[in-house]
């Protein structure tokens, strides 16, 4: 059974939801998606196995710890979205299995 999990993934989704209900941008889903999966590549990855009771903790402490580059990478990457959206391509997507 996989129990780790990259929370990064989470602070950039919290993070990209927070952004977005403040900002004027479009928050389609392939440009909500592009945008977190953008940031998400200039970021490490912060795998943990985590429970209910530390994940709160472990997302307090990353959320501290890469908050700058947190940032840096969703403001850039809200940039290049913003700049060439492809809301607007058939492009064929799947959707990842969790
Ligand atoms: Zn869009």
């Known amino acids: 059974m996989?129990?780790?999990h990259n929370i990064m993934e989470d602070l950039?989704?919290?993070y990209y939801d927070d952004v977005a209900s403040r900002q004027n941008i479009c928050t389609c889903e392939?440009?909500?998606n592009d945008t977190i999966a953008l940031a998400l590549s200039m970021l490490p990855a912060h795998y943990a196995v985590t429970n209910v009771g530390n994940k709160l903790s472990k997302l307090n402490s990353l959320r501290r710890q890469a908050a700058t580059d947190l940032q840096a990478a969703m403001f850039r990457s809200i940039d290049i979205v913003?700049?060439?959206p492809r809301h607007d391509d058939d492009e064929f997507l799947v959707p990842v299995e969790e």
């Open 30 to 32: 392939r440009c909500r």
């Open 82 to 84: 913003a700049a060439a």
């Open 12 to 14: 950039v989704e919290e």
């Open 2 to 4: 996989k129990l780790y």
